[in-house]
């Protein structure tokens, strides 16, 4: 057994490259608000997380705080759960890496999340932060320390989605700049060279090699004493007529 950091994502049907924030793959109509599929996971994520009390870090995408539905579920959230605690998702779900370069516009979309997501959260936001869609350049790193981050958790150290960290495609370079810049760095876990969080714990056939290693995750601390990090998305627990749970000891 691994000690391992838990980590949720926010993102609402809205949020993904292929509908927003993507030079090339956005095609979708941006929509507003919380969906109603949002709205069932929600609630099952609630259950869940009612039922086993686990500690873990949500990373919220700073736009949902303008929704009442989501404010007033997330809020409701944090005060039944104080182990429970908020990170950066971004402002927006622009994917910073597949565009070119631009560190004012970067800077000014951490500092207004960063003044959301703390003014909100309060005693449980924690100044870390995780790139949409994991999109992470080298020339990131020193605009997230500059905003007052101390924390990267975007790294996915596997060569199928090397084209998200920036124009080298090297993962070994997003993390020498995070280490420059002063950030410490909690990437995901991989398992041959292969992701194994998020979008992975569904996609076949890398869901047999996920859920196979995630059941042999825990206890679940807080990052600072884990090993491990992996992540799944609020929105998966609309599958299965709201039952999915995450793979762990601890999820049924």
């Known amino acids: 057994?691994?000690?391992?950091?838990?980590?949720?994502?926010?993102?609402?049907?809205?949020?993904?490259?292929?509908?927003?924030?993507?030079?090339?793959?956005?095609?979708?109509?941006?929509?507003?608000?919380?969906?109603?599929?949002?709205?069932?996971?929600?609630?099952?994520?609630?259950?869940?997380?009612?039922?086993?009390?686990?500690?873990?870090?949500?990373?919220?995408?700073?736009?949902?705080?303008?929704?009442?539905?989501f404010s007033k579920w997330l809020k409701s959230l944090l005060d039944a759960h104080p182990q429970v605690t908020i990170g950066c998702h971004g402002l927006t779900h622009r994917c910073w890496s597949a565009w070119p370069e631009d560190q004012e516009?970067?800077?000014?979309?951490?500092?207004?999340?960063?003044?959301?997501?703390?003014?909100?959260?309060?005693?449980?936001?924690?100044?870390?932060f995780r790139a949409p869609a994991?999109?992470?350049?080298?020339w990131m790193a020193p605009v997230i320390a500059k905003a007052g981050f101390e924390l990267d958790s975007s790294i996915n150290p596997s060569w199928l989605t090397r084209k998200k960290a920036g124009p080298w495609k090297d993962w070994k370079a997003v993390s020498k700049a995070m280490k420059d810049s002063g950030l410490i760095s909690k990437p995901w876990l991989t398992k041959f060279g292969l992701p194994t969080c998020g979008p992975a714990l569904s996609i076949f056939p890398l869901s047999i090699i996920a859920r196979?290693?995630?059941?042999?995750?825990?206890?679940?601390?807080?990052?600072?004493?884990?090993?491990?990090t992996v992540y799944w998305h609020i929105l998966d627990h609309s599958r299965n007529n709201c039952t999915w749970t995450p793979p762990l000891m601890c999820g049924s």
């Open 105 to 128: 516009g970067l800077l000014n979309s951490l500092v207004e999340a960063d003044v959301k997501l703390h003014h909100f959260a309060k005693d449980q936001w924690r100044p870390w």
């Open 212 to 228: 196979s290693v995630w059941k042999k995750l825990g206890p679940f601390v807080e990052q600072e004493e884990a090993s491990s």
């Open 1 to 69: 057994m691994a000690s391992v950091w838990l980590t949720v994502d926010s993102d609402d049907l809205r949020h993904s490259p292929s509908v927003q924030g993507h030079p090339t793959r956005s095609k979708g109509t941006y929509q507003t608000g919380t969906s109603e599929k949002m709205l069932l996971a929600m609630d099952s994520f609630r259950k869940w997380l009612d039922r086993t009390q686990v500690t873990l870090t949500i990373f919220v995408i700073a736009d949902q705080l303008d929704d009442s539905k």
């Open 134 to 138: 994991g999109y992470i350049a080298p």
